[in-house]
């Protein structure tokens, strides 16, 4: 059985898909004024967009919890394409859904939260916009309804085989084998994905675990053991190829972390060195695929 009709089997493919109503709009009239009075050659100097609700906790709401929602499809989920849909493990599909169907129902009361007060609060940012209220830049409130939407839908994971073409045996061979190349190079991303997050706790943990030569501790958010904590628990999940070598490393970690407090780490230097000791004997022990790019100079060199 090839990688990806493996792959094919213990996961699929989920998109979410979250839109809002910004309540921003280009000004172009303050726009003309601005590059005018800078004596720019060129309208298209600037650019002046403004808030059409200059104070408003119902929108800012939706709009930090959207922010919220993405975070948790992309910590629940592996990357696929560059764009859109992402690899979800089926073990984790029946939590995922749970997860997101919560969210939505939370995305829609701070939504109907907003609406049962927007023409209210239209008649409020004519006072807070002063001479930059125009009230035909603000939509009837069912027109802003219809710009709110949440939802999450599911395909599976599609293998070589779905190349079912009228067309000669040579070009569907070539067909097949160009997507087989482009699934296992997204497998190995989405594989070096698991790597990344593990050693991206593993390299927090090791940080913020230091004592000083004076003594001084660095101060940690209990986060940085329970977030490390759930991390493990998910990458059972997300270990998708089954790789050993992974799983030994996410297993290392969570017997280091088990039955450790955050306060014992701060109060305990005994169990706050031992724990660090741990931590850079794991991170010594493997190949995380994650290339050091910075030069001797300290500055950081994109290619």
Not at 31 to 42: H, I, R
Not at 91 to 107: C, D, G, I, P
Not at 138 to 166: E, I
Request: with cysteine; charged share 30%; aromatic share 8%.
């Amino acid at each position: 059985m090839s990688t990806v009709a493996g792959i094919a089997r213990a996961a699929l493919l989920v998109d979410l898909e979250i839109s809002i109503y910004s309540g921003r709009k280009q000004d172009k009239r303050t726009q003309a004024e601005v590059t005018q009075s800078k004596g720019a050659a060129s309208k298209r100097a600037a650019s002046v967009y403004k808030s059409l609700f200059a104070e408003c906790k119902e929108l800012d709401d939706i709009n930090k919890f959207q922010a919220r929602v993405r975070a948790e499809h992309y910590r629940m989920t592996q990357p696929w394409n560059d764009y859109g849909a992402r690899l979800l493990p089926t073990s984790l599909l029946q939590n995922y859904k749970q997860t997101m169907n919560r969210l939505e129902a939370e995305f829609d009361l701070l939504v109907d939260k907003f609406l049962d007060k927007y023409d209210t609060l239209v008649a409020s940012a004519a006072f807070q916009l002063g001479t930059l209220f125009d009230r035909t830049e603000y939509p009837s409130r069912n027109q802003v309804a219809n710009k709110f939407r949440m939802h999450v839908s599911f395909c599976p994971l599609p293998t070589s085989g779905d190349f079912r073409l009228d067309i000669e045996a040579e070009v569907q061979r070539d067909l097949i084998d160009q997507y087989e190349k482009r699934a296992v190079a997204q497998v190995t991303a989405a594989t070096q994905d698991s790597w990344t997050r593990l050693y991206n706790s593993l390299t927090r943990l090791s940080d913020r675990l230091v004592i000083e030569e004076d003594g001084k501790k660095r101060i940690f958010h209990d986060t940085i053991v329970t977030g490390a904590l759930e991390m493990c628990e998910l990458l059972t999940h997300m270990n998708v190829l089954k790789d050993p070598s992974l799983e030994k490393a996410r297993r290392k970690l969570e017997e280091v972390l088990s039955g450790v407090t955050p306060k014992e780490l701060r109060e305990e230097d005994g169990t706050r060195l031992d724990t660090k000791r741990k931590v850079d004997e794991i991170l010594a022990a493997f190949d995380w695929g994650i290339e050091d790019d910075s030069t001797t100079d300290g500055t950081t060199e994109q290619v």
